[in-house]
């Protein structure tokens, strides 16, 4: 009998392909809207996932926040908070700490021959390019002897290299540095490689130096700008930023936690995880609007064929058909209505989730779950939309279906 009817339904819908197709069209739709949001929204989570990543392990960023002035006392450099010492204390009483790189920032001119750019200069120690993932293509990178000699040695990044030397090779060549009206001459030890955006700008534009020769030549102070620290694994992150909040409290005059501020790789990825999953979970509820609309589709077209197949149902139920086998009739055909246009809105999903991927240039996440998801709900509506034509048609009465103009 199921059989039967599957058959019986199925002849229904081609026998009115046009009208079968528009019935499906919001259904369709809805899936494949559901389908593609939720894989662009996951793509996009683990490209800029990758991103951040690749930034950094377990990178914490400890900036130096304002020292408000109070009680008549002027208010104090920003700047001056973080001492050398005071990342090696960080070092040694954290034990989640792995390890604390100084970093020092300025901006100056770099000159070579007839070729001059505008370029950030970055001091710090040989910790550096570890802590950030960041390796050099060329030469080498700042050491301990660098460090203790206070060497004009220099690192520069991948694009900083192109612009001063072209295809040249760089390695060796002294190049100068105006720096707050002085001109300093440096060697080029090493080239980075290329890596593109960061949270604090472009890598690739930025030179190096040893944090020493910055602080004793450049800047000419004990302070440095912040600090890049990195804990023991993953699971230490979170322990690490505790710690560290605990040491700068209990170490910084006045105990003032406003004198700096911590950000850690994982705060940014839970915030992006957070902001991604409720982009998605939003468009696909707007999305998931389209299904419904597709269920009222497919309710109005299932009344309108009971009226058009009264007088067939009249000569079933007078042949013998139960209430039981009308509504299952006319049941499976609004199924199959919601079935079919959802295994089609999977497939046209998945094209237009390839398709984005591609332009997008991330990975292209298709769960099971959420086609199963889409599917079932799509289903869902089609049963409970066509729970009523089947219901209205098992309960005509034979006599008056007969006798139906």
Not at 221 to 233: D, G, H, K, P
């Amino acid at each position: 009998m199921f059989f039967e009817t599957l058959k019986i339904a199925i002849n229904s819908l081609q026998s009115n392909k046009l009208r079968t197709l528009l019935a499906m069209l919001g259904i369709i739709i809805g899936v494949g809207a559901v389908i593609a949001i939720v894989s662009i929204g996951s793509g996009a989570r683990e490209q800029i996932t990758s991103n951040i990543s690749n930034l950094g392990s377990n990178l914490i960023n400890i900036f130096p926040g304002t020292s408000r002035g109070w009680g008549g006392r002027i208010s104090a450099s920003s700047g001056d908070v973080f001492t050398l010492k005071l990342a090696e204390d960080i070092i040694k009483l954290c034990p989640s700490v792995k390890k604390v790189v100084p970093v020092a920032q300025g901006s100056g001119l770099l000159i070579a021959g007839d070729v001059n750019v505008q370029a950030n200069i970055v001091g710090t120690n040989a910790d550096y390019q570890e802590i950030n993932n960041y390796k050099v293509s060329q030469g080498q990178f700042i050491n301990s002897d660098d460090l203790e000699s206070n060497l004009n040695v220099i690192v520069l990044g991948s694009q900083l290299a192109k612009d001063l030397f072209n295809s040249e090779s760089p390695l060796g060549k002294k190049i100068k540095l105006n720096y707050q009206d002085k001109n300093y001459l440096y060697t080029v030890i090493g080239v980075m490689e290329e890596k593109g955006g960061g949270l604090t700008g472009d890598l690739d534009d930025r030179s190096y130096i040893p944090i020493t020769t910055y602080m004793k030549k450049l800047s000419n102070s004990q302070y440095v700008s912040s600090y890049l620290a990195q804990a023991n694994s993953s699971q230490e992150a979170s322990s690490a930023v505790g710690e560290i909040e605990y040491f700068l409290i209990k170490n910084l005059d006045d105990q003032d936690k406003e004198k700096f501020r911590l950000l850690s790789m994982d705060q940014i990825l839970d915030t992006v995880n957070s902001v991604t999953a409720s982009l998605s979970l939003m468009l696909g509820g707007i999305a998931a609007i389209s299904l419904l609309v597709g269920g009222i589709g497919i309710m109005n077209i299932m009344l309108v064929s009971v009226t058009e197949r009264t007088r067939e149902i009249g000569i079933r139920k007078a042949l013998g058909a139960k209430r039981k086998n009308i509504m299952s009739q006319f049941l499976i055909e609004a199924l199959s209505l919601s079935g079919l246009g959802g295994m089609i809105g999977i497939i046209l999903g998945w094209l237009g989730a390839y398709f984005i991927a591609r332009l997008g240039k991330w990975s292209l996440v298709i769960t099971l779950s959420s086609v199963l998801l889409a599917f079932g709900f799509a289903v869902a509506i089609g049963l409970f939309f066509g729970l009523y034509p089947a219901m209205k048609a098992a309960k005509m009465d034979p006599v008056e279906a007969l006798s139906y103009e």
